[in-house]
């Protein structure tokens, strides 16, 4: 069993002598260092963090404060208790707010010492085991699998009851409605968890490489064959292999497919034998698979052989209720990615994301949210940073407008109408600083001013921000 580890920083050797006897006594694994820098040189060094840092608060070439930053920047389960023969409640307070452990005054009695030493090492302990149990959570838990849906909880329920068995499973549905993680959270469901999970797109490959691809080949088999390949199933062995548009693979590999579905044994080519191969095997399309097999594109046989076991992966337009979840998803992965503090979506952006047919389903979804952050210049996604088919689905566009109903219209309205909609959505974007949003409508800031004060946005709106208040606004022009 691994011994607790305790780190002294104090730039007085009898202390750090007297602590080292101390805690060695107790059981700990003890290091010191003489400073700031050292201190930070051995905690930056260790193999493993420390469990506890007894630091001098006020050190020659650094302080203790400072050190308690950088520690839970660089290793945030390590406690530090922070030692001072000047102690001040705002000292205290200001350590605490650094993620300090606790604070103890010199001289201290040895006894209590020991006591807030081992409470650190006990709560350092608790995060540890913490973070093991929510990996070993996370690891029971596919990876991305979004959505609350009654659609989409009869897909992860039937993904449970299917992931542990070794059945082929068959995939099926629309372009883009995450086929491939549903396949993924079988795998990760299962026992092979820990093993392989490789996929083949079977329309991506050439068909003269299918074959060495899937099966391996040996070397000098055919021009280019430098050296042996396993392939996919020996590559994947224990593990899962994924088929992915099994419904573009070639008529004359369906039959050597079947044989190792049925055989359980592949021969690369030019092998002289054959291979027993152990791995689950899953398939996804987007093709209306009997449909193939009726027209002969698809062989029946492997058809029946595939299709143990079907989840249909419903489109997006038919679990809408899940698009908010998905869009706050992307979102928060698109704004760390491009570096943005976007954290949301206005009203009108989430219905009209809402009320989208989305052709491509949840990868195109992905997409528009990933453009939108790119676009964004605010914190928030506004109407306008989606594509024009998008932000026209909700049918609250000025596009709308241009068409005279039969009675007519008060153009006078339509157009105040246009432009309160316009003022609130650039007010919006521009988190409420009014200069950028005249910048956004193309106008000066005493424009925007008095336009808002003929339309009444001047004070809280019931459809837009709760105050449009700029304290960066000039005050008077």
Same mark, same amino acid.
């Not at 949210?369 to 000025?398: H, M, N, W, Y």
């Given at each position: 069993?691994?011994?607790?580890?305790?780190?002294?920083?104090?730039?007085?050797?009898?202390?750090?002598?007297?602590?080292?006897?101390?805690?060695? +006594?107790?059981?700990?694994?003890?290091?010191?260092?003489?400073?700031?820098?050292?201190?930070?040189?051995?905690?930056?060094?260790?193999?493993?963090?420390?469990?506890?840092v007894?630091?001098?608060l006020? &050190?020659?070439?650094?302080s203790?404060?400072?050190?308690?930053?950088?520690?839970?920047?660089?290793?945030?389960?390590?406690?530090?208790?922070l030692?001072?023969?000047?102690s001040?409640?705002?000292?205290?307070?200001?350590?605490?707010?650094r993620?300090?452990?606790d604070?103890?005054?010199?001289?201290?009695?040895?006894?209590?010492?020991?006591?807030?030493?081992?409470k650190?090492?006990?709560?350092?302990?608790?995060?540890?085991?913490?973070r093991?149990?929510?990996?070993?959570?996370?690891?029971?838990?596919?990876?991305d699998?979004?959505?609350?849906?009654?659609?989409?909880?009869?897909?992860l329920?039937?993904?449970?009851? !299917?992931?542990?068995?070794?059945?082929t !499973?068959?995939?099926?549905?629309?372009?883009?409605?995450?086929?491939?993680?549903?396949?993924?959270?079988i795998?990760?469901?299962?026992? +092979?968890?820990?093993? %392989?999970?490789?996929? #083949?797109?079977?329309?991506?490959i %050439?068909?003269?490489?299918?074959?060495?691809?899937?099966?391996?080949?040996?070397?000098?088999?055919?021009?280019?064959?430098?050296?042996?390949?396993?392939?996919?199933?020996?590559?994947?062995?224990?593990?899962?292999?994924?088929?992915?548009?099994?419904g573009?693979?070639?008529?004359? &590999?369906?039959?050597?497919?079947?044989r190792?579905?049925?055989?359980?044994?592949?021969?690369?080519?030019?092998?002289?034998?054959?291979?027993?191969?152990?791995?689950r095997? /899953?398939?996804?399309?987007? =093709?209306?698979?009997?449909?193939?097999?009726?027209?002969?594109?698809?062989?029946?046989?492997?058809?029946?052989?595939?299709? #143990?076991?079907?989840?249909?992966?419903?489109? /997006?337009?038919?679990?809408?209720?899940?698009?908010?979840?998905?869009?706050?998803?992307?979102?928060?992965?698109?704004?760390d990615?491009?570096?943005?503090?976007?954290?949301?979506f206005?009203?009108?952006?989430?219905?009209?994301?809402?009320?989208?047919?989305?052709?491509g389903?949840?990868?195109?979804?992905?997409?528009?949210?990933?453009?939108?952050?790119?676009?964004?210049?605010?914190?928030?996604?506004?109407?306008?940073?989606?594509?024009?088919? #998008?932000?026209?689905a909700?049918?609250?566009?000025?596009?709308?407008?241009?068409?005279l109903?039969?009675?007519? #219209?008060?153009?006078?309205?339509?157009?105040?109408?246009?432009?309160?909609?316009l003022?609130?959505?650039?007010?919006?974007?521009?988190?409420?600083?009014r200069?950028?949003?005249?910048?956004?409508?193309?106008?000066?800031f005493?424009?925007?001013?008095? =336009?808002?004060?003929?339309?009444?946005?001047?004070?809280?709106d019931?459809?837009g921000?709760?105050?449009?208040?700029?304290?960066?606004?000039p005050?008077?022009?």
């Amino acid at each position: 069993m691994t011994p607790p580890s305790i780190l002294l920083i104090d730039d007085e050797p009898s202390l750090r002598q007297m602590l080292t006897i101390l805690f060695q +006594r107790e059981g700990y694994r003890v290091g010191v260092a003489p400073g700031f820098a050292a201190g930070k040189d051995a905690i930056a060094s260790a193999t493993q963090p420390w469990d506890v840092v007894l630091c001098d608060l006020m &050190m020659p070439d650094g302080s203790g404060l400072d050190l308690v930053t950088w520690t839970k920047e660089k290793a945030p389960s390590t406690e530090i208790i922070l030692m001072t023969a000047h102690s001040t409640v705002e000292t205290a307070i200001e350590a605490m707010k650094r993620g300090a452990y606790d604070f103890v005054a010199k001289p201290f009695r040895t006894p209590e010492l020991k006591a807030l030493v081992e409470k650190a090492r006990e709560k350092r302990a608790l995060y540890t085991e913490n973070r093991r149990l929510r990996a070993i959570v996370d690891r029971e838990r596919p990876r991305d699998f979004l959505g609350r849906s009654p659609a989409m909880r009869q897909v992860l329920d039937l993904v449970e009851r !299917v992931a542990s068995g070794k059945t082929t !499973v068959l995939v099926t549905g629309e372009s883009g409605t995450g086929k491939e993680r549903v396949a993924r959270a079988i795998h990760d469901y299962s026992d +092979r968890r820990d093993q %392989p999970f490789l996929v #083949v797109n079977c329309g991506a490959i %050439p068909e003269a490489l299918l074959e060495s691809e899937l099966f391996g080949h040996e070397k000098g088999s055919f021009t280019g064959a430098t050296g042996r390949k396993l392939g996919i199933f020996r590559e994947a062995r224990g593990g899962t292999v994924l088929l992915d548009e099994i419904g573009e693979l070639p008529l004359s &590999m369906q039959v050597k497919l079947l044989r190792v579905l049925q055989e359980k044994k592949v021969r690369g080519v030019g092998e002289a034998q054959e291979s027993p191969v152990e791995v689950r095997v /899953l398939a996804a399309t987007n =093709r209306l698979v009997e449909q193939e097999v009726k027209e002969g594109r698809f062989r029946q046989d492997l058809y029946y052989r595939l299709n #143990v076991i079907r989840i249909e992966v419903p489109p /997006l337009r038919e679990r809408r209720e899940d698009i908010p979840e998905l869009a706050e998803h992307f979102l928060k992965r698109c704004a760390d990615e491009h570096g943005k503090d976007v954290r949301g979506f206005s009203p009108d952006t989430l219905r009209a994301l809402g009320a989208y047919e989305f052709p491509g389903n949840v990868r195109e979804l992905e997409n528009i949210v990933e453009r939108a952050v790119a676009l964004c210049v605010g914190s928030v996604l506004a109407l306008g940073d989606l594509p024009r088919e #998008v932000s026209g689905a909700s049918g609250e566009t000025a596009a709308h407008l241009v068409d005279l109903p039969a009675g007519g #219209v008060s153009l006078d309205a339509v157009l105040a109408e246009v432009e309160r909609r316009l003022i609130l959505q650039a007010v919006e974007r521009a988190d409420g600083v009014r200069t950028n949003a005249a910048k956004l409508l193309g106008i000066t800031f005493r424009s925007l001013r008095y =336009r808002m004060q003929k339309l009444a946005l001047s004070e809280e709106d019931d459809d837009g921000p709760p105050s449009t208040t700029d304290l960066s606004a000039p005050s008077s022009d």
